[in-house]
């Protein structure tokens, strides 16, 4: 073979890597630039959408919050609904509020909706503590104790808040072991409660009638350092005017204003109990210390002192102050200006007042229903007052124990006690299905009877003495456990007392846990009412040793006592404590007692001079 030439330096070097080859490796180093390219491009796509997004939701974000600020929950949802519907979504922030709302207008369909929708969301939403916390607040506002617990237990980490939240479902549906058992729980955990998680306690304690507990977590929470605030002095007043305990609560506000300065919440909650002692006097230093301080006369405060003045029969100031209401006036301000003309006797402008609440765009609610039904079963007109609850019931409401209670509670004031006892009937065996039809009530919905009912039945029979069928109720109540109810128990010793069972009236006072002022003065009345004066006054010396405070009653029967039994003397000292409980002077149930025991007992002169200085005089 040839020998080959040699290579020139001017020829072009041989090629060291195949055309394909070097076509393959110049793909290899494009395609990450490529797919660099992507996903820059993909992420700048995304970024634009989150900022269409955010400028979508932007106004109806503004327009929730407004709303939930003012407590306009069905203009938020209202809201949300319209942003969901122009395809945008809330973000971390916004969807707490809409949860808020969702709660605050008791809608429970829309309430999970958005809960989908956070769990939907990925782990921005759903994994976000705030959102999750949210959650768990919604549930417990709307009672629904189970969600509240599932969504409590899907949380990676449960702060206070979350802890605070469940224990607040608990407390509102009245189960306080479970309540008091997750604050131990917490503790045990490493979470240090906060005031608002004692405030929580302390207020599911107050609100179910258990005074006791609640002071007693009260005082435990200044042992553990907790300062209470305003807020937690609100908590139990609240809960004592919840349960007409408004003695209680006027203590406990003076109290309070030794060491801290009242806020509009504490002038709305204590207001009540203003108008259910009528302390008019009270009430008004109250609403000019409103004035005095520049608080915003709101619908709370408003409606709580129309209430007053309309209690005390001063309907001028209420009207007035119905006028003055700063805010845009909502159905409970309405339904207590409503009362005000029942209350007035004036049935045409209640009704003109219901119509005017429609044309301000408010539709009446269960309570304005229920507030009718009172007064016509009062005045007898029974057929009215059932015409009211088919009202209810083609406005979409659902009669509730309140309308039963008010419609029994009048039937009986007015005497028509056949009526009365024929609706308690029906709602003992709604459940069963043993009950008649009646064509104004959805019978596939039973309405069980509260404590309420039973305290109103019983004073039915009681005045009719009718023992056998008092004895059935309580066979009920110990049934479905409504005796541990302080005023069902109150009223048992009373029906008993007055139909001259005194064992059996004994034997339920003493099955009384918390003995308060009320049960007392039903078995002192009860021994009074027997003839057995004696007894009710060693009584009376055992309530001064619980240190229990006396009320009016109290001191009212054992001054009678003393009547029957002449005990001038014991009869004297009395006559020096109510000069020292009630300095301003007598009132007029004392001053009778008082000449009514002095006169049996010959101090003609001493009676005399009682009747001279009492002002004034009936």
């Not at 349960?243 to 006027?250: C, D, F, K, S, V």
């Not at 404590?577 to 009630?582: M, N, P, Q, R, S």
Request: with cysteine; charged share 20%.
């Amino acid at each position: 073979p040839l020998p080959r030439a040699p290579s020139s330096p001017l020829a072009a070097p041989p090629s060291r890597t195949h055309p394909l080859t070097r076509s393959t490796a110049t793909c290899s180093t494009a395609r990450p630039r490529a797919r660099g390219m992507r996903r820059r491009g993909t992420r700048a796509r995304s970024a634009r959408v989150r900022e269409r997004d955010r400028d979508l939701a932007a106004p109806f974000a503004r327009e929730i919050g407004a709303c939930v600020r003012a407590r306009r929950w069905g203009a938020a949802c209202e809201a949300f609904a319209s942003m969901r519907a122009v395809g945008a979504s809330p973000d971390r922030f916004l969807l707490p509020q809409v949860l808020r709302a969702c709660a605050g207008l008791g809608a429970p369909g829309l309430a999970a909706a958005a809960h989908a929708l956070a769990a939907k969301g990925g782990a921005a939403l759903a994994g976000d503590p705030v959102v999750g916390n949210a959650i768990v607040a919604m549930y417990a506002a709307l009672g629904d104790v189970a969600s509240a617990r599932a969504a409590f237990a899907s949380l990676p980490d449960r702060d206070v808040v979350a802890w605070t939240a469940l224990i607040g479902a608990h407390a509102d549906a009245g189960e306080l072991d479970e309540a008091f058992g997750l604050f131990e729980e917490m503790q045990e955990s490493g979470v240090r409660p906060d005031v608002i998680s004692w405030n929580t306690l302390v207020s599911g304690f107050a609100r179910n009638g258990d005074l006791g507990a609640a002071l007693h977590l009260f005082d435990e929470m200044r042992l553990r350092g907790v300062e209470p605030g305003v807020n937690s002095w609100n908590c139990i007043i609240s809960g004592c005017v919840q349960n007409a305990l408004y003695e209680e609560a006027m203590g406990i506000f003076q109290e309070m204003c030794e060491s801290k300065v009242p806020d509009s919440v504490t002038v709305a909650s204590i207001l009540p109990a203003c108008a259910g002692l009528q302390a008019l006097r009270i009430g008004k230093q109250l609403h000019s210390y409103v004035l005095r301080h520049g608080i915003k006369l709101n619908v709370y405060i408003g409606a709580s002192l129309i209430s007053l003045y309309s209690e005390c029969g001063e309907f001028d100031y209420a009207r007035v102050v119905f006028s003055y209401i700063e805010e845009e006036k909502n159905v409970t301000v309405w339904n207590e200006l409503i009362q005000l003309y029942i209350r007035e006797g004036r049935m045409d402008k209640a009704w003109e007042a219901y119509n005017l609440m429609q044309e301000d765009g408010l539709e009446p609610d269960i309570v304005t229903y229920n507030s009718f039904i009172a007064e016509y079963a009062r005045a007898g007109q029974k057929e009215q007052a059932y015409e009211l609850f088919s009202g209810m019931v083609d406005m979409g409401l659902k009669p509730n124990v309140v309308s039963m209670n008010a419609l029994i509670c009048g039937l009986y004031q007015h005497g028509l006690y056949t009526d009365a006892l024929d609706a308690f009937r029906y709602m003992q065996c709604s459940g069963d299905g043993k009950a008649k039809s009646w064509k104004f009530l959805d019978n596939s919905s039973p309405i069980k009877p509260t404590g309420t009912t039973i305290t109103g039945v019983l004073s039915l029979l009681t005045d009719l003495k009718l023992d056998r069928l008092g004895k059935e109720v309580h066979c009920y109540a110990l049934k479905n456990g409504l005796t541990s109810n302080i005023f069902v128990s109150s009223k048992l010793v009373d029906l008993y007392g007055k139909t001259g069972d005194m064992t059996s009236a004994a034997n339920v006072f003493q099955k009384i846990e918390n003995k308060n002022v009320v049960t007392w003065n039903s078995l002192l009345a009860a021994y009074k009412h027997n003839r057995k004066p004696e007894v009710a006054l060693k009584l009376f010396g055992e309530v001064l040793e619980s240190n229990l405070h006396p009320n009016l009653v109290t001191v009212q029967i054992a001054l009678l006592s003393c009547g029957m039994t002449m005990a001038l003397g014991y009869g004297r000292e009395l006559h020096s404590y109510i000069t020292k409980c009630w300095s301003g002077g007598y009132p007029t149930t004392l001053a009778c007692a008082l000449m009514d025991m002095y006169g049996k007992c010959g101090n003609i002169e001493d009676a005399r001079l009682v009747f001279e200085c009492t002002v004034p005089k009936d």
